[in-house]
């Protein structure tokens, strides 16, 4: 049985954990958020499922085999900072996080350097549907020898590249895509709502990609953008150096980062409900979120 440890115990780091324990793998976790007010609802957590929780990273770090790092884009290079000093000697380090290949790259001089081993993980999809099974690419010179570990626990893991920045690049350039489908659903419902088109738009699309339940996509669109834009956020940011570090001007990126916070804002002031209730962004119908959206809007005119 291998220890494992899991830097960041968010959304991602608890439904890890819960697979890895349900395999017997000994877990511990950390998490900056364990000494604020989600402290208590993180402990509860990892009472009921056996993870050990440490008090920094480098504690945290200290005995396990596998480090996974599953924190906000921005952290990614300071938390390779962090666990560095704790590293065994040839533990592996997966960076899961949304970060742009030259942040990657800045991530692995750090630990290679403290004797770990770095790999760079590219999540491909939405976590929760998947769980430990989503798809995830692997890069960097270690990447072989770490994908049979990760599929032996339970990962869908399969190598991109021994080259580092592959595996990120592909995650980036589909984020600019996705999360950009995701800002721009959000704004043109919204605005065709306001002006009552917005069967109509919905109708056009349908004609045009008639694949897409536009409907139930919109829905899951905003569901997801209200409980998670602050994450989004940070990850489009990375997704616009992406875009920066290969030459061009990241106009789309830049936008959909910036209207992904501005969600994450009105969520944070209570406009879509109480966050941490069941009713917090799962409305089926994403004209309830528009429509606050609008009432919102008009009160600051």
């Avoid at 000093?85 to 790259?105: E, M, V, W």
């Avoid at 190598?159 to 721009?184: F, N, P």
């Avoid at 704004?187 to 069967?199: L, M, P």
């Amino acid at each position: 049985m291998a220890t494992i440890a899991l830097i960041g115990y968010g959304e991602v780091g608890r439904i890890l954990a819960e697979d890895l324990r349900a395999r017997g793998e000994a877990v511990v976790a950390c998490d900056l958020k364990l000494a604020g007010e989600a402290g208590g609802a993180l402990r509860e957590h990892a009472s009921k499922h056996g993870i050990a929780l440490a008090s920094s990273h480098a504690d945290a770090v200290r005995a396990a085999d596998l480090v996974v790092s599953a924190v906000t884009a921005s952290q990614a290079v300071p938390v390779a900072q962090a666990c560095a000093a704790g590293l065994k000697a040839k533990a592996f380090f997966l960076d899961f996080n949304s970060a742009s290949p030259g942040a990657k790259i800045r991530a692995a001089a750090l630990v290679n350097a403290a004797g770990g081993r770095y790999v760079e993980g590219a999540v491909m999809t939405s976590i929760p549907p998947y769980r430990i099974k989503v798809p995830l690419l692997l890069g960097g010179p270690d990447a072989a020898a770490l994908e049979p570990v990760l599929n032996g626990l339970g990962f869908a893991a399969k190598v991109a590249s021994d080259q580092l920045g592959v595996a990120s690049a592909t995650k980036m350039c589909r984020s600019v895509m996705i999360k950009g489908l995701e800002a721009m659903v959000i704004e043109s419902f919204t605005a065709a709502r306001h002006y009552g088109v917005e069967d109509a738009v919905i109708a056009s699309l349908k004609e045009t990609f008639p694949a897409i339940d536009w409907e139930k996509q919109a829905a899951y669109f905003f569901q997801r953008v209200i409980e998670h834009g602050r994450r989004r956020s940070e990850e489009v940011r990375e997704v616009a150096e992406t875009v920066r570090e290969a030459g061009l001007e990241p106009w789309s990126a830049s936008g959909t980062a910036e209207r992904q916070a501005w969600v994450a804002d009105l969520a944070d002031a209570g406009l879509f409900g109480i966050k941490g209730t069941q009713e917090f962004a799962r409305s089926a119908d994403w004209r309830v979120e528009a429509d606050r959206i609008l009432s919102h809007v008009k009160k600051t005119d």
